[in-house]
Protein backbone atom coordinates (compact mmCIF):
# COMPACT_ATOMS: atom_id res chain seq x y z
CA UNK A 1 0.00 0.00 0.00
CA UNK A 2 1.95 3.40 -1.46
CA UNK A 3 -1.39 5.66 -0.72
CA UNK A 4 -2.35 6.99 2.80
CA UNK A 5 -5.87 6.37 3.37
CA UNK A 6 -8.13 8.20 6.05
CA UNK A 7 -11.55 7.59 7.13
CA UNK A 8 -13.81 9.91 9.14
CA UNK A 9 -16.89 9.09 10.86
CA UNK A 10 -19.94 9.36 8.86
CA UNK A 11 -21.11 12.69 7.73
CA UNK A 12 -24.69 11.57 7.66
CA UNK A 13 -24.06 11.74 11.51
CA UNK A 14 -21.62 14.63 12.13
CA UNK A 15 -23.55 17.06 9.98
CA UNK A 16 -26.59 16.75 11.86
CA UNK A 17 -25.23 15.90 15.01
CA UNK A 18 -23.63 19.93 14.57
CA UNK A 19 -27.29 21.10 13.50
CA UNK A 20 -28.96 19.63 16.64
CA UNK A 21 -26.05 21.42 18.79
CA UNK A 22 -26.62 24.43 16.92
CA UNK A 23 -30.71 24.28 17.38
CA UNK A 24 -30.18 23.42 21.21
CA UNK A 25 -27.67 26.15 21.58
CA UNK A 26 -30.37 28.30 19.81
CA UNK A 27 -33.34 26.82 22.29
CA UNK A 28 -31.19 27.75 25.21
CA UNK A 29 -30.50 30.89 23.66
CA UNK A 30 -34.00 32.08 23.17
CA UNK A 31 -35.60 30.32 26.93
CA UNK A 32 -32.57 32.57 28.74
CA UNK A 33 -34.47 35.48 26.63
CA UNK A 34 -37.72 34.54 26.82
CA UNK A 35 -37.23 34.86 30.74
CA UNK A 36 -37.96 30.59 30.91
CA UNK A 37 -37.90 29.39 34.83
CA UNK A 38 -33.96 28.50 35.97
CA UNK A 39 -34.74 24.51 35.91
CA UNK A 40 -35.61 24.84 31.96
CA UNK A 41 -32.27 26.62 31.12
CA UNK A 42 -30.48 24.72 33.83
CA UNK A 43 -31.96 21.51 32.23
CA UNK A 44 -30.89 22.96 28.60
CA UNK A 45 -27.29 23.95 29.69
CA UNK A 46 -26.40 20.54 31.29
CA UNK A 47 -27.79 18.53 28.26
CA UNK A 48 -25.46 20.86 26.01
CA UNK A 49 -22.32 19.05 27.46
CA UNK A 50 -22.50 15.64 26.35
CA UNK A 51 -24.23 16.89 23.22
CA UNK A 52 -20.91 18.96 22.76
CA UNK A 53 -18.83 16.58 23.85
CA UNK A 54 -20.43 13.43 21.54
CA UNK A 55 -20.34 16.21 18.54
CA UNK A 56 -16.38 16.85 18.59
CA UNK A 57 -15.32 13.38 19.67
CA UNK A 58 -17.40 12.65 16.18
CA UNK A 59 -16.04 15.49 14.72
CA UNK A 60 -12.72 15.24 14.83
CA UNK A 61 -12.13 11.57 14.62
CA UNK A 62 -10.60 9.55 12.02
CA UNK A 63 -8.27 6.69 11.01
CA UNK A 64 -5.19 7.00 8.97
CA UNK A 65 -3.97 3.98 7.09
CA UNK A 66 -0.47 4.03 5.44
CA UNK A 67 1.99 1.72 4.31
CA UNK A 68 3.50 1.51 8.06
CA UNK A 69 0.47 1.29 9.56
CA UNK A 70 -3.00 2.27 11.11
CA UNK A 71 -3.19 5.51 13.16
CA UNK A 72 -6.41 6.53 14.98
CA UNK A 73 -6.76 10.27 16.31
CA UNK A 74 -9.23 11.15 18.85
CA UNK A 75 -9.83 14.31 20.44
CA UNK A 76 -6.70 15.23 22.17
CA UNK A 77 -5.16 11.43 21.76
CA UNK A 78 -4.09 9.38 18.98
CA UNK A 79 -3.05 5.63 18.72
CA UNK A 80 -0.71 4.17 16.75
CA UNK A 81 -0.29 0.26 15.63
CA UNK A 82 2.40 -0.62 13.06
CA UNK A 83 1.34 -3.76 11.17
CA UNK A 84 4.98 -4.99 11.21
CA UNK A 85 3.83 -5.91 15.14
CA UNK A 86 0.36 -6.66 14.46
CA UNK A 87 -0.45 -10.08 15.67
CA UNK A 88 -4.35 -10.18 14.70
CA UNK A 89 -6.71 -8.77 13.53
CA UNK A 90 -10.38 -9.90 14.71
CA UNK A 91 -13.78 -8.57 14.81
CA UNK A 92 -16.99 -8.54 17.00
CA UNK A 93 -20.67 -8.54 14.99
CA UNK A 94 -23.69 -7.09 17.52
CA UNK A 95 -26.18 -7.04 15.31
CA UNK A 96 -25.30 -4.39 12.48
CA UNK A 97 -22.53 -2.22 14.81
CA UNK A 98 -18.52 -4.20 14.11
CA UNK A 99 -15.55 -4.16 16.16
CA UNK A 100 -12.93 -4.55 14.66
CA UNK A 101 -9.29 -5.04 16.97
CA UNK A 102 -5.80 -4.60 15.89
CA UNK A 103 -3.86 -6.53 18.17
CA UNK A 104 0.17 -5.96 18.74
CA UNK A 105 1.38 -7.83 21.28
CA UNK A 106 -0.40 -8.10 24.98
CA UNK A 107 -0.97 -4.58 25.90
CA UNK A 108 -1.00 -3.06 22.62
CA UNK A 109 -4.48 -2.63 20.20
CA UNK A 110 -6.43 -0.43 18.76
CA UNK A 111 -10.53 -0.88 18.56
CA UNK A 112 -12.00 0.48 15.48
CA UNK A 113 -15.59 0.60 14.61
CA UNK A 114 -18.32 0.65 11.89
CA UNK A 115 -19.26 4.03 12.78
CA UNK A 116 -16.55 5.27 10.00
CA UNK A 117 -17.81 5.97 6.09
CA UNK A 118 -16.37 3.80 3.38
CA UNK A 119 -16.08 0.80 5.95
CA UNK A 120 -15.93 -1.68 3.50
CA UNK A 121 -12.75 0.16 1.78
CA UNK A 122 -11.06 0.61 5.57
CA UNK A 123 -11.33 -3.39 5.90
CA UNK A 124 -10.47 -4.32 2.94
CA UNK A 125 -6.86 -1.61 3.53
CA UNK A 126 -6.47 -3.40 7.00
CA UNK A 127 -7.08 -6.95 5.70
CA UNK A 128 -4.18 -6.52 2.50
CA UNK A 129 -1.62 -4.78 5.19
CA UNK A 130 -1.25 -7.18 7.72
CA UNK A 131 0.81 -9.67 7.90
CA UNK A 132 -0.40 -13.22 6.50
CA UNK A 133 -2.10 -15.51 8.59
CA UNK A 134 -3.36 -12.42 11.67
CA UNK A 135 -6.71 -12.53 10.14
CA UNK A 136 -9.29 -14.21 11.41
CA UNK A 137 -12.07 -16.03 9.58
CA UNK A 138 -14.54 -14.03 10.78
CA UNK A 139 -13.41 -11.21 9.76
CA UNK A 140 -12.64 -12.14 6.34
CA UNK A 141 -16.28 -13.73 6.39
CA UNK A 142 -17.49 -10.00 7.58
CA UNK A 143 -15.10 -8.43 4.20
CA UNK A 144 -17.39 -10.17 1.71
CA UNK A 145 -20.50 -8.56 3.30
CA UNK A 146 -19.66 -5.87 5.74
CA UNK A 147 -22.82 -4.67 7.19
CA UNK A 148 -23.98 -1.08 7.27
CA UNK A 149 -24.61 1.06 10.43
CA UNK A 150 -27.56 3.26 9.79
CA UNK A 151 -29.30 3.21 13.23
CA UNK A 152 -27.89 6.31 14.68
CA UNK A 153 -28.03 8.57 11.68
CA UNK A 154 -31.33 7.70 12.01
CA UNK A 155 -31.40 8.79 15.53
CA UNK A 156 -29.83 12.03 15.25
CA UNK A 157 -31.83 13.33 12.50
CA UNK A 158 -34.71 12.26 14.38
CA UNK A 159 -33.96 13.94 17.28
CA UNK A 160 -33.11 17.35 14.85
CA UNK A 161 -36.21 16.68 13.77
CA UNK A 162 -38.21 16.87 17.43
CA UNK A 163 -35.67 19.92 18.38
CA UNK A 164 -37.06 21.51 15.18
CA UNK A 165 -40.26 21.19 16.74
CA UNK A 166 -39.25 22.35 20.39
CA UNK A 167 -38.04 25.49 19.08
CA UNK A 168 -41.15 26.31 16.51
CA UNK A 169 -43.25 25.54 20.10
CA UNK A 170 -41.10 27.84 22.05
CA UNK A 171 -41.90 30.63 19.32
CA UNK A 172 -45.20 30.34 19.88
CA UNK A 173 -45.72 30.56 23.42
Do not use: H
Amino acid sequence: MNQIRTFVIRRTFVVPMGLLLVLTISLLAVTIFQGQPLAKVIILAISLLPLAALFAESAFRRVVIDQDGVTAFRLFRQRQVRFADVTGLESVRVRNRVFLTLEAGPDDFLIISNSYGDFPALLECLIAAVPEGTVTEETQQLAKLPPRRQADTFTVWFALIAMIYVLIAQFRT
